[in-house]
């Protein structure tokens, strides 16, 4: 698969000017991603995802390092026309109404907005903001804020989404609106690049998952991996018998199960406690890896010592 | 072209509607409400005055006004420019905007010429208002109209490629500040005033340096009465027009250069 996101060695210092005074909001960050992939950005606030974004956009430059996307460096037209992009807190000309708003973003595409009509009708429909296409956006609340935002980032079907925050501002049914929104273009082949804070949703639809702390890159990986790994098993077994117990299962976790002893080891464990079971005569039902969550994964590696606070 | 187009004309729509600006022209228009009041007053002698002593009256009271209108409108140029330029970045509209494919140029040019298109509309309203006061006044202005709608056009180009410029380095209300400066040092410096505190190698220096006014006042060639008309070659308005133009594109080529390298970020 084609790379469409390329990080080589980024770090971005911010010097104030006048001063010595230096922050590092990334050090040394390098990741790749592929397209048609969901990689979810994460990380606590400050750690640098916002930083990253706009560097990959062309807003800010890196101070040292490369960025590459659709083999292009940031701010390169032709990477930009693949590229439908929704800022943290999007913020728009207040005194456009939606369909007007598209329309500019559609003549800043370089299209030609006459004749646009039912496309931009389609895009105000599925971010349900249809009726209210008379109403100045600076008149809209959060939530449709978000939503006409999503809409313009959607505008010209772009091949990548770089999405910050796409659920921010909105009510549980508009984010679920937004999860089936980009469940919908995982399918459809989009490449989809976002940082949110609300964990549990990311994990319906990430495949892949870059965790950043302090402007350092702390886990990368495939979300189904990095929620595998470190991880336990669980083994059903019909019983135990005691002096297993305290030998090959010292230090499991055994609870009596419906159907018969649930023992729960490191996944590294398991190997050899399912043949300790066997060679004691009991009888292996299941063995099953204990997931973690992503909030689990994720709190567990900006939790670390000189994580976040 | 259809992207410049496209953000010169939301900058227009913008600036229509900013509300600084709004409050900025109602200042102006009160001011020149009160000052319209002495003309008013003078038209009302005309019956027992001199007739040739009333427009010895009239004349500089309508020039006076007309150089505070004009006046205002390069302020406001510069103001425009500042703010449409850092009115978005304060914002974060800009990330939108130039997460198109759009470049850092186009995105400033087509700001310059929102602003343009504002100043045209604010140049037509101060034509109108010329002939207005000059019918109050009971004379006939004589100059050709379109050199009173170039030269200010020029003047407001210069003045709003210096806000853009500023605006890439600093914050809009400082930019707008030195602006000031610079127009006050500019009518200081320039050639027939009698200051006599700065040195003549300061005095010749800034002459260079800061955008001429006096050179491109319309002043020199509104003329109220045929009496006054100063003939001038196309030379002399050639010259004083690429001069202008020129100030005004290195001011906005330098700003896109600046501009190029600058960290998007909110203010």
Not at chain 1, 87 to 93: D, R, S, W
Not at chain 2, 134 to 144: E, K, M, V
Not at chain 2, 219 to 224: A, G, M, P, R
Not at chain 2, 225 to 245: E, K, M, P, S
Request: hydrophobic content about 50%; overall charge positive.
């Amino acid at each position: 698969m084609a790379v469409v996101i390329e990080f080589q060695h980024v770090t971005k210092i911010y010097k104030r000017l006048f001063s010595e005074e230096k922050l590092a909001a990334l050090s040394d960050v390098s990741f790749e991603m592929a397209s048609g992939h969901v990689c979810a950005f994460l990380g606590p606030n400050g750690a640098g995802k916002t930083t990253s974004i706009n560097m990959l956009m062309g807003f800010f430059f890196p101070t040292s390092g490369h960025i590459r996307v659709f083999g292009q460096p940031p701010g390169d037209l032709i990477a930009k026309e693949q590229i439908g992009f929704l800022p943290e807190n999007f913020a728009f000309h207040k005194f456009l109404t939606a369909p007007k708003l598209l329309r500019f973003h559609l003549q800043l595409a370089g299209r030609n907005p006459d004749g646009a009509g039912t496309l931009i009708a389609d895009l105000l429909g599925k971010v349900k903001l249809n009726g209210f296409e008379n109403l100045k956006v600076g008149k809209y609340s959060r939530g449709m804020v978000q939503r006409i935002g999503i809409a313009q980032a959607l505008l010209c079907d772009p091949q990548l989404l770089v999405l910050d925050e796409p659920t921010s501002g909105l009510d549980p049914a508009g984010r679920r609106e937004v999860l089936h929104l980009l469940a919908q273009l995982k399918a459809e082949g989009k490449t989809i690049f976002l940082s949110s804070h609300i964990l549990p949703e990311v994990e319906q639809i990430a495949d892949h998952v870059i965790i950043i702390n302090r402007g350092k890159m702390v886990r990368a990986g495939s979300l189904r991996d990095l929620l595998a790994s470190g991880g336990q098993v669980e083994i059903l077994a019909d019983r135990v018998p005691d002096e297993l117990r305290q030998s090959a299962l010292r230090g499991a976790s055994i609870e009596p199960a419906q159907n018969g002893v649930r023992v729960l080891v490191d996944a590294a464990r398991k190997r050899e406690t399912a043949e300790a079971l066997w060679a004691a005569g009991c009888d292996v039902i299941a063995m099953n890896p204990q997931r973690n969550t992503l909030e689990e994964l994720f709190l567990k590696e900006v939790d670390q010592p000189g994580g976040a606070p | 072209m259809r992207k410049v187009r496209a953000i010169a004309l939301n900058t227009f729509s913008g600036l229509v509607r900013n509300k600084i600006i709004i409050l900025f022209c109602a200042a102006c228009i009160c001011i020149l409400l009160l000052m319209l009041t002495s003309l008013l007053a003078l038209r009302n002698m005309r019956g027992t005055q001199n007739a040739e002593m009333m427009q010895m009256a009239v004349l500089p009271l309508i020039a006076t006004m007309m150089q505070f209108v004009s006046g205002f409108g390069s302020l406001l140029a510069a103001w425009s420019a500042a703010d449409a330029v850092a009115g978005e970045m304060r914002s974060g509209t800009i990330l939108a905007v130039l997460a198109r494919p759009v470049r850092r140029w186009q995105f400033l040019l087509g700001k310059f010429l929102g602003v343009q298109l504002m100043m045209l509309v604010f140049v037509f309203l101060m034509l109108g208002l010329n002939y207005l006061l000059a019918w109050i006044g009971g004379a006939t202005i004589s100059t050709n109209p379109w050199v009173l709608i170039v030269y200010p056009m020029v003047r407001y180009m210069i003045y709003s490629a210096l806000g853009i410029l500023l605006v890439t380095v600093m914050h809009p209300i400082l930019a707008f500040c030195i602006v000031l400066v610079m127009m006050i040092a500019a009518g200081l410096v320039a050639p027939g005033n009698p200051q006599t505190f700065m040195p003549d190698w300061l005095r010749t220096g800034l002459f260079y340096v800061l955008p001429s006014s006096n050179l491109l006042s319309e002043t020199h060639f509104l003329t109220i009465t045929r009496a006054t008309l100063r003939a001038a070659l196309w030379t002399d308005h050639a010259t004083a027009l690429v001069y202008g133009l020129d100030y005004a594109l290195v001011c906005f080529l330098l700003a896109a250069w600046i501009f190029r390298s600058r960290s998007l970020s909110r203010d």
